[in-house]
């Protein structure tokens, strides 16, 4: 694991009680955004550098990296919820 793998996971590690790290200090330490840094954390994660980590945290990671993932996207108003596409000819039903 190199010195910024090394950083990303133990910042990753120290704010996992808290939700993950600000956007701003994701950007003031390693100069990416918070989706950036979670595809680091996230490929860490795959690969066998984090082997170390204890599952608990392993999988308490993962699951932040999905929870902040899902916050991130844009959520569709009620009045469109409801609404299905038909896939074949792209047509609301």
């Known amino acids: 694991m ?3 793998d090394s950083r990303i996971l ?3 590690l120290r704010w996992l009680p ?3 790290p600000p956007t701003e200090e994701i950007l ?3 100069g990416m955004t918070e989706l950036r840094f979670d595809q680091h954390v996230a490929r860490i994660l795959h690969s066998d550098s984090a082997s170390h ?3 608990g945290d392993r999988a308490t990671l993962f699951n932040q990296l ?3 993932d899902e916050r991130r996207r ?3 108003p009620a009045r469109f919820s409801s ?3 038909d896939r074949t000819t792209g047509t609301a039903g």
């Open 66 to 68: 999905q929870n902040r």
């Open 83 to 85: 609404l299905s596409l």
């Open 74 to 76: 844009p959520s569709i």
């Open 10 to 12: 133990e910042t990753a």
């Open 53 to 55: 980590l204890a599952p």
């Open 28 to 30: 003031v330490d390693f």
């Open 18 to 20: 808290y939700g993950g």
């Open 2 to 4: 190199d010195s910024l």
